[in-house]
């Protein structure tokens, strides 16, 4: 950091003072820090070599829809176990209509 520090204009220094105190952890009695938010939680170098999703755009678009069906963006503990039962109702039904044969619906094309 030392070294990337001499070379980057002033301006830049504290994002790099702030990159290296939540994604490396600072240096500290020559050791170094956890950081804030390690490397294995960002790190997706191993993920590739396995062939596995970089991102969790998966997780991120569950957790908009299960935002749209609360309705609201703090709900009381209740009112989301509602919302849960009545979510799992619905993929319950859905599940059996497609053992009974029914073909599950068409994606629709996004119009660029």
Known sequence: ?????????????????WFEENYIGRVHR??????????NLWNVHVRVLNKNDRTNNYAEAANRR????MGVTYPTLWAFISCLRKIQSGRDTFCCQLEAGKSPPKKQKRNP
Do not use: G, K, T, Y
Not at 34 to 39: C, D, I, S
């Open 30 to 39: 020559n050791r170094r820090r956890n950081a804030r938010f390690p490397p």
């Open 66 to 69: 299960l935002n749209v069906q």
């Open 1 to 17: 950091m030392d070294i990337l520090s001499d070379e980057l204009p002033e301006e830049i220094l504290p994002l790099l003072d």
